[in-house]
């Protein structure tokens, strides 16, 4: 099958209740028993439920994994891969990583004897001085969040596997629709759905995808041991979201390369960060990895004055201040003061997250009231 027609029907099948063609919303916690055990395979809606697990067949489906988890957020995913390893255990993970997955990395498992390294991965061989026995896990963020740089998912899985490590890529940015990790040797996909994937700002949602059976079944021990599951009403949500997936990103892609078009030309524009221009400095690794280059952009107006990028996120008219992205609407953050709050100032800047510097969400709105609102709000 098609990704364009995944989307829409894969991992679904119609209810076999009443033959209903959307999956309907099981709001159920527990299933009757005919006999201790006599069961139709849900027992009790941490462990199943109906509708969480259409979701979680869309999942594997749209990755081109085997099996799907569907959590309560991106964070509660992250923390379930988390969970698989021992103290002692180290991680490398990108250096320039959503600010969150930073504070969940740094603030909790590093307090439970986990090692963290933030290795910047835009050369792949970068992370071989930090693999020893204790590396279990690399951890991927690919483009990266605000800064899009590009990972080398490719080179990266082939040094996990030579030391037999686990790589996991958090894929939210890109989509199953732009990047396939899996495919490209990852072990294990991450999605924040709250993004594109549920594509409407009306959830919070996480998945992780793999290909291997036993890795799924310590994942899904996890999801059910500590149960930061998402509830049927959510996964009806992401699962009509998701019927709509290709066209969106489609749009988003029209759209972001628009205005990264936009700002790179205007003179109040320092630099604009979007992997689809060619002086990019991973734009080679970006064009083969993925198949187009998303609705992300960020970019750092002249003078990097805090004042002046507060006041320009503010003037935006049809762009609209809030944390999140992957909605259809056309969404505007300052990572310094709102994503990457959690990150120090010296640990931020390292990374080019400077006090000017705005992330676009560009949404699938007309191109030229985009365009318009950015210009007014930069004059
Ligand atoms: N990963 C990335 C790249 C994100 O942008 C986010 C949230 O913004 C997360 C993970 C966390 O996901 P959630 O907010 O659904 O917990």
Redesign the pocket.
């Known amino acids: 099958m098609k990704f364009n027609t995944k989307t829409i029907h894969g991992g679904q099948k119609p209810d076999p209740a009443y033959g209903a063609v959307m999956p309907p919303i099981y709001q159920t916690s527990t299933y009757v028993q005919t006999t201790p055990g006599g069961h139709k395979g849900f027992a009790y809606s941490r462990s199943h439920n109906p509708t969480r697990q259409a979701l979680e067949n869309a999942f594997a489906s749209l990755e081109n994994g085997a099996f799907g988890l569907a959590f309560g957020?991106?964070?509660a995913a992250i923390d379930a891969v988390m969970k698989i390893l021992k103290p002692g255990d180290e991680v490398i993970c990108t250096n320039d990583l959503?600010g969150?997955?930073y504070r969940l990395f740094t603030k909790i498992f590093e307090g439970f004897g986990i090692k963290f390294h933030f290795v910047d991965m835009q050369k792949a061989s970068n992370i071989e001085g930090f693999i020893n026995e204790q590396t279990k896990l690399i951890w991927v963020?690919t483009p990266t969040?605000p800064m899009l740089n590009i990972i080398d998912i490719v080179a990266i899985a082939k040094i996990a596997k030579q030391h037999i490590v686990l790589l996991a890529v958090?894929n939210?940015?890109a989509t199953p629709y732009l990047q396939q990790p899996l495919d490209l040797g990852a072990d294990i996909v991450m999605h924040?759905a709250?993004?594109y994937l549920g594509g409407h700002s009306d959830l919070?949602?996480?998945a992780l995808i793999v290909k291997d059976k036993a890795l799924a079944d310590q994942l899904y021990f996890i999801q059910n041991a500590s149960g930061a599951i998402c509830g049927p009403q959510d996964a009806f949500l992401a699962l009509r979201g998701i019927k709509t997936l290709h066209v969106r990103m489609q749009r988003h892609c029209e759209n972001g390369k628009a205005v990264a078009e936009f700002l790179n030309t205007h003179p109040k524009v320092e630099k604009v960060y979007w992997p689809g221009f060619e002086n990019h400095p991973n734009h080679d690794i970006a064009k083969a990895q993925m198949s187009g280059f998303g609705g992300m952009v960020s970019f750092v107006a002249k003078g990097n004055n805090y004042d002046e990028a507060i006041k320009f996120v503010e003037n935006l008219k049809v762009f609209t201040l809030a944390e999140?992205?992957g909605g259809v609407e056309s969404l505007c953050g300052h990572p310094a003061s709102m994503?990457h709050a959690s990150i120090p100032k010296e640990e931020r800047e390292k990374i080019g997250v400077v006090d000017s510097l705005i992330r676009l969400s560009v949404g699938i709105e007309d191109e030229a009231d985009l365009i318009k609102d950015l210009s007014q709000a930069l004059g």
């Open positions: 957020s991106g964070m959503y969150g997955t963020e969040n958090d939210t940015f924040s709250t993004k919070v949602m996480g999140s992205l994503t």
